[in-house]
């Protein structure tokens, strides 16, 4: 409950002490206030894992699948699961306001934060994104909706303009967000880009529609960084800049404040609505005690258990009850989730599910087999306790059935992955890991700490007091011949391999963009011959300079081996096996926070490995692992496609389950898949017109003459679906939600989940989409039975944007099927005011 003296309380403070309140305390807390009793409150990043306030791989998180693949299941009671589970965490690292989910919307397919959205579409989003919302907030944590509004580009991102028109903003762009507060979530986060001509934490979107018309009584948190006026963003319904404790309000504001140019009462506000947040959160007196920490038993359901009473990783319901053994019951979740959110492509010959008895070699081929991306580049990253990679995946489930062996095929290029616990050992201590030490203008060492891995975004100690950060490791080659070598960091920059000077350059910061200055740092790379077998030291120093942040980077890699054999070796074992699984995706460099894509084709030969493999063995599966689109062009050369997305630390047993027919492979593309991009995400001069209007994704393509690879919705499963017949009524009343009824049949030879789509048209009328999803629902049946799906339509999903919201008379039609372009059943429905 909510202190019903709110008032009394801003009352007691005066004006710099409310002012104090508006900006944050350190880069991750609100400040605190002792005389009202106000507690701070710590935020962290999401949606993938709750990192806490520090960067720091020794203080782990769990991993969860990347929000594209939470949209793929189409399963809200799953992403309210979900949504739990990250309360869960952040109630046990302290954190009051995850700052998850991003609602903006895939645009272009080009963009390069996809993997942290959900979808193209604005009704997929805002169900499944307020589904995270309630269940974060249900364990009395804070959920924020961000970015508001019109944030699709990386590329200037703190500075472009979008240029949206009145009528696509609220039927597209802001649908989500609604749809968020609709849900009750208590904070909204105002981006960075402006919005015809406003920069956000200045826009008056704030006020109008979310606070007034929508009734938001949450706080308006800045993106980090996005406040850069004082008048302007406090005379706007911005109520919360972040981080702190330096930025634009503080004194400036006060000033302000009493020369008349910002009214006290808009101060007032602000405060209001934090303490609000705060009540809610358990950071204020008289709020109600946090929610218990144990997951509910939403994990698992009894149709989620095999006929022995396991589920599919071997967890009996004892297990998987909250307070269970370990961490079980949540790794069960998140694998029960990659299951759910993979889709299948295509599946020629019926090749999947895989048949362990069949098998006696099964080749597991790519690099991201071994060494997958289980989450996307910035700020939403975490440092996951342990991981399953695809390949330990299948080795596991096929022990004692088929021997599984592993190929690279092709080499990733660019810089050297950084060094970690499996490659180093600490020369202090000889433990596996690295040595990181501050010293001072002197050279002396003011501090020292063991770390695991050579990515150091936060080193520990007096920071404030040392001029260097230095990484030292030990490396024993596993083979000899040339390595590179890196350092990454801001500033003066030296390497040195066994006392060798092998880089020594100097930086300069080029960037204002917190996510590339304070997460990713350039590389500078040289070249050293090593000698197999024997150890040598590498040594990193790093100057700290203003406004350079603290992150640096120690890599150390052999060079690349032969292309041509190493493809040779992968075409070798593939023919040799009974199937070859063939794990393909992006890399660090092509789907990242901060920079958007430039091509949706694979790197670094990934396209010819395939084909090369293909084409030595016919039972070949691609599985893709990447966050978003990406361009397929031998997709009708191979047997099966599977895509995985980012699927956190239970991928590898995930895709397992999948492969050998335990769980039902139950996405369906929440994005349209093609090898183009249809609207551009790079600005012009500053400026990105949103020119296509509502007509993004799905709707884009439908006015297109050639097809995309896949339709928006498209997903196969493990069993066939017959749509027998659609019941919608005759006429409509234009304020009224419309439930309609569609009956299908499983035809194929097992039980399985269908996800019942509907799309209205309206085909005379130009202004809108060709089609648009309207609603769906899913249901599950058994081999041979019949199921009906009853779907409800809201009002919204009727109407259009004129200045207000507006439902044309005449007739709409109605479509059911299994995607935006696969749609066997129709009915007219006649809508009228009367």
């Not at 909510?2 to 991750?28: C, F, M, N, Q, Y």
């Not at 009462?265 to 709020?287: C, E, Q, T, Y």
């Not at 019949?786 to 409800?792: C, D, N, S, Y």
Request: include cysteine; glycine fraction near 10%.
């Amino acid at each position: 409950m909510i202190p019903d003296d709110l008032d009394r309380l801003v009352d007691k403070l005066d004006l710099e002490s409310k002012v104090r309140l508006l900006t944050g305390a350190t880069v991750w807390r609100t400040a605190a206030e002792p005389a009202i009793g106000l507690e701070p409150m710590v935020t962290s990043d999401g949606p993938a894992g709750v990192r806490g306030e520090g960067w720091d791989e020794r203080r782990t998180s769990l991993s969860l699948p990347s929000a594209t693949a939470l949209a793929a299941t189409w399963d809200e009671s799953l992403a309210m699961a979900i949504g739990e589970l990250l309360a869960v965490e952040a109630r046990r690292k302290g954190v009051h306001v995850v700052l998850a989910p991003t609602l903006n919307l895939h645009r272009s397919p080009l963009g390069g934060r996809h993997f942290e959205c959900y979808s193209e579409d604005p009704l997929l989003t805002g169900r499944i994104g307020a589904a995270v919302i309630r269940g974060i907030q249900s364990r009395g944590v804070a959920a924020t909706a961000k970015h508001y509004v019109a944030n699709e580009s990386e590329t200037d991102r703190l500075t472009l303009d979008a240029r949206v028109d009145e009528r696509t903003l609220r039927e597209v762009y802001l649908a989500p967000f609604e749809a968020a507060v609709q849900a009750g979530v208590w904070v909204v986060m105002s981006a960075y880009n402006g919005v015809n001509g406003a920069t956000m934490s200045e826009n008056g979107l704030l006020a109008e529609p979310l606070k007034g018309e929508w009734g938001f009584d949450g706080v308006v948190v800045s993106d980090w960084g996005a406040v850069r006026s004082t008048v302007a963003s406090a005379r706007a319904a911005q109520d919360l800049a972040m981080p702190g404790p330096e930025g634009p309000w503080g004194e400036a504001l006060v000033t302000a404040v009493r020369a008349g140019e910002v009214p006290e009462s808009a101060i007032d506000d602000k405060v209001r609505r934090l303490l609000r947040l705060a009540a809610r959160v358990g950071a204020l007196p008289r709020s109600p005690a946090p929610s218990p920490v144990g997951l509910s038993p939403v994990g698992l359901s009894p149709g989620d258990l095999s006929p022995d009473g396991l589920s599919p990783d071997g967890l009996s319901p004892d297990d998987l009850s909250p307070g269970g053994p370990d961490d079980r019951q949540d790794r069960a979740l998140l694998r029960r989730t990659v299951a759910a959110s993979t889709v299948l492509l295509r599946n020629e010959g019926d090749l999947l599910p895989l048949v362990p008895a069949r098998l006696t070699r099964v080749a597991v081929i790519g690099p991201n087999a071994a060494r997958p991306r289980t989450q996307g580049a910035g700020s939403a990253g975490v440092y996951p306790e342990s991981l399953v990679t695809p390949l330990e995946g299948l080795r596991t489930a096929l022990n004692g059935h088929a021997e599984v062996r592993h190929a690279d095929g092709v080499t990733f290029g660019g810089a050297p992955v950084p060094l970690d616990s499996a490659t180093a050992r600490n020369p202090r201590t000889g433990e596996n890991g690295l040595l990181v030490r501050l010293l001072d203008a002197a050279g002396t060492e003011i501090h020292a700490e063991h770390r695991f891995t050579g990515r150091l975004l936060e080193p520990e100690g007096p920071i404030h007091r040392a001029v260097t950060v230095e990484v030292r490791a030990l490396v024993r080659p596993d083979r000899a011949g040339l390595w590179h070598v890196a350092a990454a960091g801001w500033g003066r920059l030296e390497l040195a391999v066994d006392g060798r000077i092998v880089i020594d350059e100097t930086v300069p910061r080029h960037t204002d963009d917190p996510a590339t200055v304070h997460l990713a740092p350039p590389y500078r790379t040289g070249g050293v011959t090593l000698e197999a077998g024997r150890e040598v030291e590498i040594v990193m120093r790093r100057e700290l300079v203003p406004g350079g942040g603290r992150a640096c980077v120690l890599a150390a890699a052999p060079a690349a081996a032969d292309p041509a054999a190493e493809l040779a070796a992968a075409v070798e074992l593939a023919g040799s096996s009974d199937v070859a699984v063939v794990v393909v995706g992006t890399t660090e460099q092509a789907e990242s926070e901060g920079v958007d894509r430039e091509t949706l084709t694979l790197p670094e030969g990934q396209d010819e490995l395939v084909r090369a493999v293909a084409a030595a063995n016919p039972a070949t599966v691609v599985v893709v692992n990447s966050g978003g689109p990406v361009a397929m062009p031998w997709r009708q050369e191979v047997a099966a496609v599977l895509v995985g997305w980012f699927p956190g630390e239970e991928g590898g047993n995930g895709l397992a389950d999948v492969l050998l027919g335990r769980a039902e492979p139950g996405g369906r593309l929440p994005t349209t898949w093609a090898d183009r991009a249809l609207v551009p995400a790079v600005p012009e001069h500053g400026v990105l017109e949103y020119a296509e209007g509502p007509h993004i994704g799905y709707r884009g393509w439908l006015r297109e003459q050639e097809p995309p690879a896949y339709w928006f919705g498209h997903g196969l499963g493990y069993t066939t679906w017959r749509y027998e017949g659609l019941w919608a009524p005759e006429r409509i009343a234009s304020d009224r939600p419309v439930r309609v009824r569609v009956m299908v049949r499983n035809t194929g030879p097992r039980a399985g989940r269908e996800v019942v789509q509907i799309y209205l048209s309206r085909p005379r009328d130009r202004a809108r989409p060709v089609r648009w999803l309207a609603g769906f629902a899913a249901v599950t049946a058994e081999s041979g039975e019949r199921a009906e799906a009853v779907v409800e339509l809201p009002a919204r999903a009727f109407q259009h944007w004129a200045g207000a919201w507006c439902t044309a008379e005449g007739e709409m039609t109605v479509h059911a099927g299994r995607s935006a372009a696969d749609l066997p059943l129709e009915a007219v429905i006649t809508v009228s005011y009367s």
